[in-house]
């Protein structure tokens, strides 16, 4: 197929669901419960809502909405940071959009810019190298976000940085990695999860290949997966036509992308720049061992947290936000407390919320009158026990 309407053609869509449904009511039939299969990505979790996928299943069949989100698993503390940094004087603060709203413990980067911080939304790491060019009497910080996709661009442009002598520039670095995280979801007690849609952007860059743990160690399918209707459902059919043979394997469903190892030359520029930080807390999740990245010895004149001092501080999210329960697939978003009354997407009080790939924010803004009736019916059955 060559064309986006191709892969949103409502008869071949029509067809797979078809054959997900058998194969779905026939595993529940065996296993006497639905099957579970996460979406780690949360553009993802963003098409499946935005084209009605979750509508269309049967209830033999449920998706758990995954970690998959740089901005949704940043903890508070780390937010608290970047407002400290922020708010120095000689400071150019700057970040990509969806995470300027995010709260920390006291404000966000939004908050900390109406009282006179100069933060400034930037498109890319490179935008920011050139406000600091721009301003060489100024500190121009960049906060460095997200998984494995968006880790190269930050590379390449600490590279770039040392190749034009730029001083003035650091790199507020929270990149973190999607391998160390899928195996603590497997890991967790309080989550069953019978195959997995892999990320189709972290892909891009990592490949195939290094999802095979999950297939030979835990024995759960993974089919790395497209972004468009027919993606979703054919990889959705994909993992279940693994899970009736009783296999498990490493399919990419993506390969019009996704090469099978990966992009050598991204690979390559974050190997040269970063090293695996021992620990890294996730919101939710708590401490992930070897989860995220640092700048390493080589390019530590450009690490922000050496030169401002930071001092991350856990900070547990509000107890009313469930963010955590929703970001570990234990409740779904309409069942927090405050899912579209305290919190909503002007309002928000925690990051699932804010971010444009948050399972919350989808839920919201795709829902619609299904999310009600699923609130009526919650609330029934919170009565009758």
Known sequence: MKYVDEFRDPHKAKVLLDNIIDIADALADDQQRPTY???????????????????????????????????????????DDCVAIAEQENVIFTTFGDAIRV??????????????????MVYSPMDALSIAKKNPD???VFFGLGFETTMPSTALTVLQAEADGVTNFSLFCNH?????????VLDSPDLQLDGFLGPGHVSMVIGNQPYGFIAEQYHRPVVVAGFEPLDILQSLWMVLKQLQAGEARVENQYNRIVPEYGNRMALEAISKVFELRQFFEWRGLGSIDHSGVQLNKQYSTYDAEKKFSTKTV?????????????????????????????????????ALMVSSEGACAAYYLYG??????????????????
């Open 37 to 79: 299969i996460m979406e780690v990505c949360g553009g993802h979790t963003h098409s499946i809502f935005r084209y009605g996928i979750e509508n269309m299943l049967p209830p033999s069949i449920e998706l758990i909405h995954g970690p998959g989100c740089p901005v949704c698993v940043l903890p508070r503390g780390r937010v």
């Open 103 to 120: 709260p920390g413990s006291q404000k966000s980067l939004l908050e900390a810019k109406a009282d006179g911080a100069d933060v400034r």
């Open 138 to 140: 100024k500190e121009v």
């Open 176 to 184: 973190i990695t999607i391998i160390p995280t899928i195996k603590a």
């Open 314 to 350: 856990t900070i547990a999210d509000p107890e009313s936000c469930q963010c955590g329960e929703v970001l570990k697939g234990a409740i779904k978003p309409w069942q927090c407390k405050v899912f579209g009354k305290a919190c909503t997407p002007e309002t928000p009080v925690g």
């Open 368 to 385: 619609g009158d299904r999310i009600d009736a699923l609130q009526v019916e919650d609330d029934i059955e919170e009565l009758r026990a």
